[in-house]
């Protein structure tokens, strides 16, 4: 029964033999060849292949169906062949004509080939150069064979003729000779031309954008694209396709032992090559890498297979009138109705790169709904970034330098709270937020940090905020002008939502400004409110009704008025300082920002000749960012950043040596200013960094509890949902005082220790109560942290810090608040906090160290990082007892800036030493 | 043939027929050669001074500058000659098999075993750019 069954579903669907459905292709093939020869233009095929895409549509109808039928004429004859050489035992068939068939099966490889150059895109070029190889490492005549086949190099005249003449011919003959037919069966011949109609009406023959970065060859190469690439000597292809070649023709000859071996033989080797061309269609992604089907870009944005074909009986009358848009080459469908479009920077003009280069879609059809298929409406996400801003001929580097750069992987963020929570035994891990489990840690950290990173997507339309997270390339980069945000309100305000009332597009350009820094940057550490003057507080809006000197932020955060940055008073932005290599990373991965940023006061504030660069030195992301911004001229020597030899674009001598900076965005020249001599006078200070000094304030925040409440609802930062429980902080004190200081200490390659006294602020004081989150009761699910971290806080002042702020003080020190005496009579330093101690370690809520004491254990965010010891405190306080009496900025201690020792062994009989133990 | 098969008139027209392709395949030569000649062009290409620090393309060629100097290669792939245009991670990388070179055009990744061919250049002072012979 199921026989049957089989039988006449076999018999439904190979109504006729393979031969003769081959021969109806054929047919088909080499009529809607002849109409396609029409639009076709073997001068500039690409260009006109995209315009018959464009705007001919019955040109497209053709065009697909001698595709179509080119595919399936190629599967009946190789299905034919096979029918042949398995019946090799019955059918007896002359040498000479066996001889030609063989020859014919490698013609009609040819004649597909040459099709799929003659389009003359992407593929087809790189195609071109392939065979223009192999055959070139044939001996003896591999090049002459080679020029005759292909012609010269860009001129497709010889392969169209190859095509159109030789091989059509050369296969009508055969075909005819082999069949004694030409027409084949007028019944099957009528069932294939539907077919190839219905299929053509539905399915386009492909064409490359030459943006996608995939390249690939025709679907029947794709597994000699695989050997390919297994063949240092690829010349062995040849010999491959040769062997085949002879096997086939010598089946028939051979005796039945060994003509079953060959019949195996080829039977898996079409396997195997059928397993490749699988892997290759599906699993080959960008730069030969491998990829799943579902993730591959080739089959994801940027080409469309599935598109219906539309035809329409009449031309579009504009089209004919203005002509089809062209951009590098491409006909580009999406100027047809979005052709007034304005806003754009000069580099991201649709003439210059058109729509589909960052937009993806179909830029070959002018139907709406073909052109926008697989569109991509907010291009930049670094999601999709190498199909849109990171194409070959856009910015090809950016994409994965940004991929591992710090806000893209919040690697920092993440190791220290890891660590926080006992989850990583170091603080040197590299970590990425796409690889956040789902840990007590790392849902902490998805509860509370995780929206800040570079890859989390921007999903609506609209400028960059105080709200915006992440956003890709558009968190720096985008930018709407008056216009276009009107434009975006009336699309916002219409009933149908028509993308076609966007007349104006926000540009994409090195304008970054602080705002767009602002709203990841105003939280954790805070260094776009600080920088600003902005101290955070914990009042509520109802606090503050008629108060003034306050600031209210899109997220109802009120700030409080502190001093900002000289850098911001004078009109400095961030990526004043900050250049792209530092925010864009710079092809390293990093630990934490202090080594991913390079900028030292230093590279502004120089007493000695920088070392700078010409114009002709610059690399080349510093040549464009120089080009675009115009701030040099070609005399310019730009000086350079002395950790990362980047030369920075804005910073540079002129003829007279006279150091500039120049504001990025305002233009504004800034002359640059030496450190004060005071800075580098004697060597006490030598390893005091500049911001230890000029640091106005920190803002820091104390006394910090963080708890699971598993009823409460929560919303998983990094997934961007809704979540059952959730981690909540209830954060402590906000206060604004000049920070504490430590010591970053690193050994060199040399062996040597090298210290840099530097501004921390309380990192992680917290306890943490797991046991809602592990389910489980024990002092073990409670933790307690005091780590400190280095940051630096963007408040600096031009005036340095006085002696005594630092010597005499027990902020600075790292004591915590309080009142820091010394008793004449004892001559004992005293110390009374002002904040209670804390059960867990006995230090004030607010210290870092105890007074006097050696901290040891845990302490900071980082290894390299640590507060004063015991000894150090001593000396530190041994200059504050000097200061109790001398003027800072009298002679003594002016003097003992270059030697305290000396100093000290000067003691007059009034003078008091400490005594510490 | 077989020595004791006869030279009838119709064998020796085949056998003739045959030869014949060889003055064509002389002729075809020729032709060949003839025909580039006439095409060729001057195979230069011109640079401006200023090449930009690091890795960059300008078709046919890579431009490799470092602070011990500038390397100029052709792009094609020794393997099969594909045209490379993409670098990630500072590595040149070729998208038709997936070849990986670095900046001084050595091999980091086959199936291309040849480093990239290196161009020689001159520099024309007087008129301030790169000539660059394309072979
Ligand atoms: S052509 Fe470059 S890897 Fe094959």
Redesign the interface.
């Known amino acids: 029964m199921t026989e049957t069954v089989r039988r006449k579903i076999k018999d439904l669907i190979f109504f006729d033999t393979y031969g003769y459905f081959s021969i109806g292709f054929f047919l088909i093939c080499v009529v809607s060849g002849i109409f396609l020869a029409i639009p076709f233009d073997v001068n500039s095929p690409y260009s006109s292949v995209s315009s018959i895409m464009l705007g001919n549509s019955w040109g497209t109808f053709f065009r697909n169906v001698h595709y179509w039928s080119a595919q399936f004429f190629l599967i009946f004859s190789v299905l034919h062949a096979w029918e042949y050489i398995r019946k090799t035992d019955r059918v007896q068939v002359k040498r000479g004509v066996w001889f030609r068939l063989t020859l014919a099966l490698l013609v009609s490889f040819w004649v597909m080939l040459s099709g799929f150059i003659l389009k003359a895109d992407a593929d087809s ?2 195609a071109q ?2 065979l ?3 055959l070139s490492s044939i001996p003896l ?1 591999g090049k ?1 064979l080679s ?2 086949i292909l012609g ?1 190099d860009g001129n497709f005249q010889i392969i169209y003729v190859h095509h159109i003449a030789t091989t059509t011919i050369f296969l009508a003959i055969i075909i005819f000779e082999h069949s004694r037919t030409i027409w084949g069966k007028w019944k099957t011949l009528l069932i294939l031309v539907l077919f190839t109609s219905l299929l053509s009406f539905i399915f386009q023959a492909p064409l490359h954008n030459n943006l996608d ?3 690939k060859g025709p679907w029947y190469f794709l597994g000699l ?1 695989e050997i ?7 010349g062995t292809s040849l010999l491959i396709i040769l062997l085949v070649l002879l096997l086939i023709y010598f089946l028939p000859q051979t005796k039945y032992r060994y003509r079953m071996v060959f019949k195996r033989t080829l039977l898996y080797s079409f396997y195997i090559y059928l397993i490749l061309t699988l892997i290759g269609l599906f699993f080959r992604g ?4 491998w990829t799943w089907p579902w993730e591959n870009p080739y089959l994801k944005t940027m080409r469309n297979y599935v598109t219906p074909a539309f035809i329409s009986p009449n031309p579009d009358e504009k089209l004919s009138k203005e002509g089809l848009p062209t951009v590098m080459d491409r006909k580009e469908s999406c100027l047809i109705c979005h052709d007034g479009m304005k806003g754009f920077s000069p580099a991201h003009k649709p003439q210059a790169i058109g729509c589909v280069s960052c937009h993806g879609g179909n830029s070959f059809s002018s139907d709406k709904e073909q052109a926008h298929h697989k569109m991509v409406l907010i291009p930049g996400n670094l999601a999709d970034a190498k199909r849109s801003c990171g194409t ?1 001929d856009c910015h ?2 950016i994409p ?1 330098r940004v991929d591992q750069s710090l806000m893209s992987t919040l690697s920092g963020m993440i190791n220290v709270n890891r660590y926080v929570f006992d989850e990583a035994n170091t603080l040197s891990e590299v970590a990425h937020v796409h690889e956040l489990g789902q840990t007590a840690a790392d849902n902490h950290f998805r509860d509370l940090c995780a929206a800040c990173h570079l890859g989390n997507p921007k999903v609506s339309f609209g400028p960059n905020t105080e709200l915006s997270r992440g956003g890709g390339c558009n968190a720096c980069h985008l930018n709407y002008s008056k216009e276009a945000g009107k434009a975006l309100n009336t699309y916002n305000m219409s009933e149908k939502k028509d993308t076609a009332l966007l007349k104006f597009h926000p540009s994409l350009s090195l304008n970054i400004t602080n705002d767009h820094c602002f709203g990841c940057h105003s939280r954790s550490g805070r260094i776009s409110t600080s920088y600003e003057g902005w101290h955070e507080t914990s009042l509520d809006k109802e606090d503050i009704i008629n108060k003034s000197g306050f600031r209210i932020l899109e997220d109802d955060r009120i700030f409080t008025r502190v001093s900002d940055d000289v850098h911001h008073r004078k009109g400095l932005d961030c990526i004043d300082c900050h250049n792209s290599y530092e925010l864009m990373g710079d ?1 390293n991965s990093y630990h934490h920002k202090e080594t991913q940023v390079k900028i030292q006061c230093e590279d502004c504030h120089f007493n000695k000749p920088p070392e700078t660069k010409k ?9 464009k960012i120089a080009d675009l911004k115009k701030n040099s001229t070609p005399a310019s020597r730009f000086v350079v950043k002395s950790k990362s030899g980047i030369a920075m674009t804005n910073v540079f001598l002129n003829e007279n040596d006279t150091a500039f900076l120049v504001g990025k965005n305002s233009g504004k020249i800034h002359p640059l200013k030496a450190p004060a001599e005071i800075c580098t006078r004697g060597e006490a200070h030598n390893k005091v960094s500049c911001s230890a000094c000029h640091t106005a304030w920190a803002p820091r925040c104390i006394g910090c509890h963080n708890e699971y409440e598993p009823q409460t609802e929560g919303f998983d930062l990094y997934a961007n949902k809704y979540t059952k429980g959730s981690w909540i902080e209830y954060a402590g004190k906000y206060l604004a005082i000049p920070p504490t200081l430590g010591v970053e200490q690193d050994i060199l390659p040399d062996g040597e220790v090298s210290q840099k006294i530097k501004t921390a602020v309380p990192g992680m004081v917290l306890t943490i109560d797991k046991s809602a989150y592990t389910h489980v009761k024990g002092e073990d699910q409670f933790i307690f942290k005091r780590l400190f971290a280095p940051a630096e806080a963007h408040t600096t002042q031009t005036r340095g810090r006085s002696c005594k702020s630092c010597h005499n003080d027990p902020v600075a020190l790292g004591y915590g608040e309080g009142n820091l005496t010394f008793n004449k009579e004892s001559r004992k330093w005293n110390f009374q906090p002002k904040y209670q101690k804390n059960k867990n370690d006995n230090l004030p809520e607010d210290a870092w160290t105890g007074f006097l004491k050696e901290r040891i254990g845990e302490f900071s965010t980082r290894e390299n990082f640590r507060p004063f010891t015991l000894k150090e405190q001593e000396k530190i306080l041994t200059v504050g007892t000097c200061l109790n009496c001398h003027d800072e900025t009298g002679e003594i201690m002016i003097n003992s800036l270059i030697n305290f020792q000396m100093t000290l062994k000067n003691l007059s009989k009034f003078c008091l030493l400490p005594v510490f133990r | 043939m077989h020595l004791d098969q006869k030279l009838t008139r119709e064998r020796f027209f085949k056998i003739l027929g045959y030869a014949l392709v060889l003055p064509f395949i002389y002729g075809w030569i020729s032709m060949l050669k003839q025909n580039r000649l006439l095409h060729s062009k001057t195979n230069t290409l011109v640079l401006p001074p200023d090449l930009p620090e690091g890795l960059s393309f300008v078709e046919p060629v890579i431009i490799s500058k470092k602070s011990d100097g500038i390397k100029i290669f052709s792009a094609r792939c020794t393997h099969l000659g594909c045209m490379i245009n993409h670098i990630q991670d500072g590595h040149l990388i070729c998208p038709c098999h997936g070849s990986e070179y670095l900046s001084d055009g050595s091999v980091i990744k086959g199936p291309s075993k040849e480093p990239l061919h290196e161009l020689s250049y001159t520099f024309d002072k007087e008129r301030g750019v790169f000539i660059v012979k394309l072979v």
């Not at chain 1, 390919?228 to 690829?234: D, N, T």
């Not at chain 1, 960008?286 to 890498?289: D, G, H, K, L």
């Not at chain 1, 114009?615 to 040549?623: F, R, T």
């Open positions: 070029l790189q150069r392939i223009d190889s192999l005549v002459s020029y005759s010269r970065p995939v390249i694209q390919l690439h297994w063949l240092s000597f690829p960008e730069n030969w890498q070959t090809p580097e994965s092809d114009y002709a030195e610059l690399d080349k992301e510093s040549v």
